[in-house]
Structures are given as structure tokens and as C-alpha cells.
């Protein structure tokens, strides 16, 4: 089973915290909100493509991406024939509307060359979309594969936290199983947001889920915000013990704006059909996407 880890070097990450320091702290429209880059993830293996041909098949299969995405949040394509076929699919967020995805979507189709070149596997996550692309016959990871994760700084302090924490992820994973693939809620001061990949079965979802909230247990603690992006799911969650601020701000800038505690790992997901997720700057949305989609609230 083949994988391509690829970690953040320290000028990445400096280069991510002064983009997110940018976007908590300045007013935002959607489409800066939707088409920040969060990660990538770029096969070291290049196209071996001395006639243009894979060149040519991966052209088509981005703008056919682009196209479908003008009418649909979700859907898979492939371009070419035989060896030479080339996969791909791309994943909006589940609250954005259609002229929004393909705005993000159209985005990472003009960034793929520059941020992975002829790689023949890529994977570019936005805050409002993600897009992907393989050639046909890499080999497949496990649905629960860890991609990316956040680990806010902050530690949540007093007594209570995990139990509501605990809480709230009962109300995710339910809410995704019920919902189809996407859910936000919330359960007292945590807010929560989940997807899962869009042909996912609802069972397999809900499984999906729960891996990805062990994973934020046993990786993130007590941190008051998290992000994890398995293979084919992604969740987030936000705390906010004295109650939602009026600013743009996460939780995961808290704490002096330092990340000394963020773990960020990134992986191409070889073969299969990939994991949707959202960004760092998707849990300032939580708080108004409950709002506006009626998410249920517990008290």
C-alpha cells in the first residue's frame, strides 16, 4: 500500500500562519474564504510525456472539473485512454452554492501546475474545495487514512471540556449519517463540522467520522480547536468558553497567535476516490452556518 508523506517545511509553515493571520484579521469576502490554499500534496514521480500526451489528457480532465463544477458540488472524471487515462474529482463544501464552487474549483485548476508541475498525483485542498487527480492504476490507502491535521494551540483550561467536547461529536457523527454527508451543530460552547467524501455510503460516513474524532482525541487533547482530514472524511470543531466573539477569530490563532503545538501532516492519497474537506479558516464559519442552515443545537 503506497503512500507519499510529504511534511511541511518550516518556511511553509511560517508562510501558512502568516496566510491565516492575514484572513482572521482583515475583513473577507467568499471568495476569500473559499479559495485560500491549506495544503498540497504533489507525487515526486514526474509525467514521463515526451508526446504531451498526459499533458494534453490532464488539461481536459481539469477543465471538465471546472465545467461540472458550474452545476454540481461533487463529481469524478476521467480523461484519456488506457494507460495513458487520467482520474480526477473535485469536492466543494457542503454549505457553498454552486457559483461558489466554481470559483474555488476554477482556482485550483489555475494552480496545479504551479504548485505541483508534471507530477503524475496531486492533491490541492482549499478552504472551500479540494481537488484531485492520479493516473490511473495507483494503489489505494485506507478510507481512515490521516492526510492533514490542526491542532490549535490553546488548551482548554477547568473542568467540563471533554465531556462537551465528547458531546459534540456525538452530535456530528449522527448529523452526518443523517444528513447525507455534511453536517454543522453544535452542543453548549462546541461547534462542530464534518464532511464526508460525496458518493460515500452514510454508514461508511458515520465510520469515517468516528476515526476521524479518535484521531482528534488522541492527537489534539485538550486543544480547543482542531482540524483532521482523513482519506475520505474531514471534521472540525471550535470551543468557545465565553461565547462566540464578534470578531473574525479562530481559536486556532488564540493563544498569542503562536502555534508551537500544531502538528501538520500531508500525504498524496494514492488510488481510490479521496477524502472532501474544508480549511483553517472554515471555524469562523461554524458559528453562522449553524445559523443559517438551521444546524440543531443542543443545551
Given at each position: 500500500?503506497?503512500?507519499?508523506?510529504?511534511?511541511?517545511?518550516l518556511l511553509s509553515l511560517s508562510?501558512?500562519?502568516?496566510?491565516?493571520?492575514?484572513?482572521?484579521?482583515?475583513?473577507?469576502?467568499?471568495?476569500?474564504?473559499?479559495?485560500t490554499l491549506i495544503f498540497k500534496g504533489c507525487a515526486s514521480q514526474k509525467f514521463q510525456d515526451s508526446s504531451q500526451v498526459y499533458s494534453q489528457n490532464?488539461?481536459?480532465?481539469?477543465?471538465?472539473?471546472?465545467?461540472?463544477?458550474?452545476?454540481?458540488t461533487f463529481a469524478t472524471t476521467t480523461s484519456g485512454d488506457g494507460q495513458n487515462a487520467i482520474m480526477g474529482l473535485y469536492q466543494c463544501r457542503g454549505d457553498l452554492a454552486v457559483t461558489e464552487c466554481n470559483t474555488c474549483v476554477s482556482k485550483i485548476s489555475d494552480m496545479v501546475d504551479k504548485l505541483c508541475g508534471k507530477s503524475i498525483a496531486a492533491r490541492i485542498q482549499l478552504s472551500g474545495c479540494y481537488l484531485r487527480y492520479e493516473i490511473i492504476g495507483f494503489k489505494q490507502v485506507s478510507e481512515t487514512e490521516l492526510i492533514y491535521k490542526v491542532c490549535g494551540s490553546t488548551q482548554a483550561s477547568g473542568t467540563g471540556f471533554e465531556n462537551k467536547r465528547d458531546m459534540a461529536f456525538s452530535v456530528?457523527?449522527?448529523?452526518?449519517?443523517?444528513?447525507?454527508?455534511?453536517?454543522?451543530?453544535?452542543?453548549?460552547?462546541?461547534?462542530?463540522?464534518?464532511?464526508?467524501?460525496?458518493?460515500?455510503?452514510?454508514?461508511?460516513?458515520?465510520?469515517?467520522?468516528?476515526?476521524?474524532?479518535?484521531r482528534a482525541k488522541d492527537d489534539c487533547g485538550k486543544s480547543i480547536a482542531v482540524q483532521i482530514y482523513l482519506h475520505k472524511c474531514y471534521i472540525?470543531?471550535?470551543?468557545y468558553p465565553n461565547g462566540v466573539p464578534n470578531?473574525?477569530?479562530?481559536?486556532?490563532?488564540?493563544?498569542?497567535?503562536?502555534?508551537?503545538?500544531?502538528q501538520k501532516t500531508v500525504?498524496?492519497?494514492?488510488?481510490?476516490?479521496?477524502?472532501?474537506?474544508?480549511?483553517?479558516v472554515l471555524l469562523m464559519f461554524v458559528w453562522s452556518a449553524v445559523k443559517k442552515r438551521g444546524g440543531k443545537q443542543y443545551e
Open positions: 500500500m503506497a503512500l507519499l508523506t510529504k511534511p511541511f517545511s508562510l501558512l500562519f502568516l496566510l491565516s493571520l492575514m484572513v482572521f484579521c482583515h475583513p473577507t469576502t467568499a471568495a476569500d474564504t473559499t479559495t490532464l488539461k481536459t480532465l481539469l477543465s471538465s472539473l471546472v465545467s461540472q463544477s458550474s452545476q454540481q456530528l457523527t449522527n448529523g452526518v449519517k443523517n444528513s447525507g454527508s455534511f453536517y454543522t451543530g453544535k452542543y453548549e460552547e462546541v461547534y462542530v463540522l464534518g464532511q464526508c467524501e460525496g458518493d460515500l455510503a452514510s454508514n461508511d460516513c458515520g465510520d469515517c467520522v468516528k476515526s476521524a474524532v479518535e472540525s470543531y471550535s470551543y470578531t473574525s477569530s479562530s481559536p486556532l490563532t488564540a493563544g498569542g497567535g503562536t502555534r508551537q503545538n500544531t500525504a498524496i492519497a494514492v488510488g481510490g476516490i479521496a477524502v472532501l474537506g474544508f480549511g483553517v
